[in-house]
């Protein structure tokens, strides 16, 4: 079957059975799409999880493990209510009807699954970060600015103190996600960080080892490369640090430590000596904060009972020093990027701090004060 015709078919009828428009498809991942949809309520997106899309669809018992798998993730994303976790409004099952004609050579009973959920109002922190990489986030008067070649540590702070609430949430609901990366972090109004993808969710069972759930290879400790990939339950939450942590890393040198060139040679060891050498890096780096520095290298440490646990990034004093900055962003609730880029870049502690001495500066000249910049 044609897959074009098959995801237009697939769309139209569930538009029509939820009373919903369809705007434009805004992701694609391996077993469906994620669509913008619209109803007289507002809008929504719409994740599809294609049953024939599925890898394990001709192994019987591998593909009633995944269908018990996405079930869990419908079920269980219904009932996460956090500010920091994107909330899912409805999840459904979409079946084939007798007199579903133009869907007859659908080989299976299900068609798809769906997962109707807030829709966040800027894409994920991976275009964010893509913009600052490429630098063209910021209009021409800063495009040579030096702050704005990489993610300063307000920035950073300000989406990891976000992100770890996300984890903290979950890791109280004895759950771990075991896929965070920046693709599925997504970005609301205020620049709220909303964790994504449920798909690996996984169930913390205490006094049990934890089976690893697949994630995504850039983001996966040394753990991930023992033949039984189990790990101590206690030691759970480590997985989404360590992720964590690799965001902070490409945050900051906007590449990744295990890239998907080595992805297939790599074993234990070498995923070690290359973590240890990257932290050797970082140690040495003149330009990274020493706050920052120790932050990343306790989130990125390759012995996981070793490894910061969430409690210790939730009390790390040097992330708490923004919080209130937080707040305040998240108060402006502008939804007009451009705007809201601006007054996020006035909240910049660098660029706060510059701003601060250039008026000082102003004032000595006896140079009328500039309104622009409220202090
Ligand atoms: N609720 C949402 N609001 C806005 N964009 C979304 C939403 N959910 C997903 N997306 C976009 O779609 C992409 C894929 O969604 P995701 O749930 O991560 O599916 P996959 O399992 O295919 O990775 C995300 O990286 C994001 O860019
Ligand atoms: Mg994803």
Known sequence: MNKVNDDDQIIKKIMNKLNCNCV???????????????????????????????????????????????????????????????????????????????????????????????????????????LYKKKILFNSRMNNHPLFSTMSDFTIKFFINQIILGLDFLNRSFLIHADIKPENILLN?????KITDLSTLTAIKKNSDLILPSGTFCFQGPEYYEEQKKIDSKDSEKIDIFA???????????????????????????????????????????????????????????????????????????????????????RLNDGEDVKLFIEFQKYDKEWYEKKKKEKEKEKKEGVKKSKKYKL
């Open 189 to 193: 109004y205020g620049f709220t960080t």
């Open 244 to 330: 964590l942590g690799i965001i902070i890393y490409y945050m900051k040198y906007f590449i990744y430590p295990m890239n998907q060139n080595n992805k297939a040679k790599l074993n234990k060891n070498q995923v070690i000596g290359i973590l240890n050498k990257e932290i050797e890096n970082i140690s040495n780096d003149s330009n990274i904060s020493p706050e920052l520095k120790e932050l990343m290298i306790k989130m990125i440490e390759p012995d996981i009972s070793k490894r910061a646990t969430i409690e210790d990034i939730l009390g790390n004093k040097w992330l708490n020093e923004e919080k209130k900055f937080i707040d305040k962003i998240h």
């Open 24 to 130: 434009k498809r805004i992701g694609k991942g391996g077993y469906g799409s994620v669509y913008h949809i619209k109803n007289k309520n507002g809008n929504y997106a719409l994740k599809l999880i294609k049953i024939n899309r599925l890898k394990e669809k001709n192994d019987p018992q591998r593909y009633q493990t995944t269908i018990e798998k996405i079930r869990y993730e419908l079920e269980s994303s219904i009932n996460l209510k956090s500010k920091y976790i994107i909330k899912t409004v409805q999840t459904f099952e979409y079946k084939k009807d007798s007199d579903d004609q133009d869907l007859k050579d659908f080989p299976e009973h299900i068609v798809c699954f769906g997962i109707i959920m807030e829709k966040a109002a800027y894409n994920d922190l991976n275009f964010l970060i893509h």
